[in-house]
C-alpha cells in the first residue's frame, strides 16, 4: 500500500463491447452519428412475448481475444470483459511487466454475472437430468468471474472483486476504484462493467415485468428517451473497461491521459425495488459535486440514465432540475441507451466512457428517437442529432434496481505540468 494522500486520479485506457460497434474508434464513429444498435432479436422464439427486438453485439469474437479452450469456459459476459480489458489495455499502452501486474487491481460490476450458463445448466438438469449439467457452472455463474478471468488472463495480482449493484454496477464499480486510487489503496486499477442478460428466462422475465418497448416493428426507433411516446426500455448487453491510475504513476509513464475523474456519489433509496426516488437520486448527485468540490454549475454535459421508461426519465429530470436550479435548462443532456438499449451493469461505464469520448472530442451524442415533448421531461435532451461544444466537465447518471445510485464527474484533461 502507498502512503495514503488524496491523489488525482486519471483515465489512460478505454476499451468498449457495444451493440453499435467494438472498440472505441467504431464506437465513437456510430454514436456520434446517432446510430442504433437495436434489431428483431433472433437467438431464440420471441412469439411469446409481448417484445421481441434487443441490442445485440453482433460484431464481437472472443477468439480475437482469448484461446478457444480457455474461452469455452466463461460466460458470454465474461468473454466480453476480457475483450474490452484487452482493447483498454492496449489504448493505455500499460506495460505488463511483474511490478506492474503485481500492483494492478481489478474492480468490475455486472448486475447478473454468468445469466446464459445458469439457464444452460437449469435447462440441461430439467430437460436431459443432471448428468448433462456442467461441472463447470458454478464458475460460469458467478459474477466474480469476470474479474477473476480478467486478472488470470493479464496477470493481475492485485485487488480483485466484483460489484452487483443492477443497472448501477458499473459505476459503482468505477467510483469505487477511483476512490482507492485517490486514498493511496492501489496505483492501478482495471474497472467497468459486463452484462449479456439477453437468455430466454432473464428476457421472459422483463417481459412480463412489463418494463420493455414493445414497438417491435421499427426496431431502431424503439427506444424513445424523454420523448412522450416512450413506452419502455429495450435489452441491452456489452462491456465497458476503464484504466484508471493516479496521476503520478501515469505521468511516471508518460502515459497519453484521457481525463480525469473528479467526484462521485451514491445513495440507496430506501423505498422501493423498482421504482425510483427522486429526494436519493438528488442526494447522489449533490454528493458527487461535493466530492468533486464543484458549483452545479460549472457541469457543462450530463449523460443521463435515460432508460425510456416512463417513471425513470420523468424522476430523473426533475432530480437534475433540483440539483442544478436554474441552469438546467441549459445543460446538454444525452442518453447513451437510446442507441446500445440497457446493458444493465455495463451501461455505466459505457457512458462514462461516453462522456470522456465527448470531452476529448468537443462533440455530444445525441438522444435519439426523440418526438414527442413532454412537460413533465422539458429539458435539452440533445434531440436526435448530436452537436460540437467545449465541455469541460460532466457527469454521468446510474441509478439501479434495489434502489441504488451512483454518480460519477469526469473533467477533460489539460496538462497543466502537474
Known sequence: MTDKTQRRVVVTGMGLVTPIGSGKENYWKAASKGTSGVRKLTRFDTEPYRTKIAATVEDFSPDDFIERRVSQ????????????????????????????????????????????????????????????????????????????????????????YCLSTACAAGSHAIGESYQKIKNGYADVIVTGGAEAPISVVHFCAWDKLRAMSTQNDDPERAIKPFSKNRDGLVM??????????????????????????????????????????????????????????????????????????????????????????????????????????HPLGASGAIELITCLLAMERSFIPPTINYEVADPECDLDYVPNSGREANLGMAMSNSFGFGGTNAILIARRWEDDGS
Open 73 to 160: 469456459r466463461m460466460d458470454r459476459f465474461t468473454q466480453m470483459a476480457i475483450g474490452a480489458t484487452a482493447m483498454a489495455i492496449e489504448d493505455s499502452g500499460l506495460d505488463l511487466d511483474d511490478e506492474t501486474k503485481a500492483k494492478t487491481g481489478v474492480l468490475l460490476g455486472s448486475g447478473g454475472g454468468g445469466i446464459i450458463s445458469h439457464e444452460e445448466a437449469a435447462e440441461g438438469f430439467f430437460v436431459r437430468g443432471s448428468r448433462h449439467v456442467n461441472p463447470l457452472s458454478v464458475a460460469l455463474v458467478m459474477p466474480n468471474a469476470g474479474s477473476s478471468y480478467i486478472c488470470m488472463q493479464f496477470g493481475f495480482q492485485g485487488i480483485s
Open 236 to 341: 441491452g448487453e456489452g462491456a465497458g473497461i476503464l484504466i484508471l491510475e493516479s496521476l503520478e504513476h501515469a505521468l511516471g509513464r508518460s502515459a497519453t491521459i484521457h481525463g480525469e475523474i473528479i467526484g462521485y456519489g451514491s445513495s440507496s433509496d430506501a423505498f422501493h425495488l423498482t421504482y425510483p426516488n427522486l429526494d436519493t437520486e438528488v442526494l447522489a448527485m449533490r454528493g458527487a459535486l461535493a466530492d468533486a468540490e464543484i458549483d452545479p454549475g460549472e457541469i457543462d454535459y450530463i449523460n443521463a440514465h435515460g432508460t425510456a421508461t416512463l417513471a425513470n426519465d420523468k424522476v430523473e429530470t426533475a432530480a437534475i432540475k433540483q440539483v442544478f436550479g436554474d441552469s438546467a435548462q441549459s445543460i446538454p443532456i444525452s442518453s447513451t441507451k437510446s442507441m446500445i438499449g
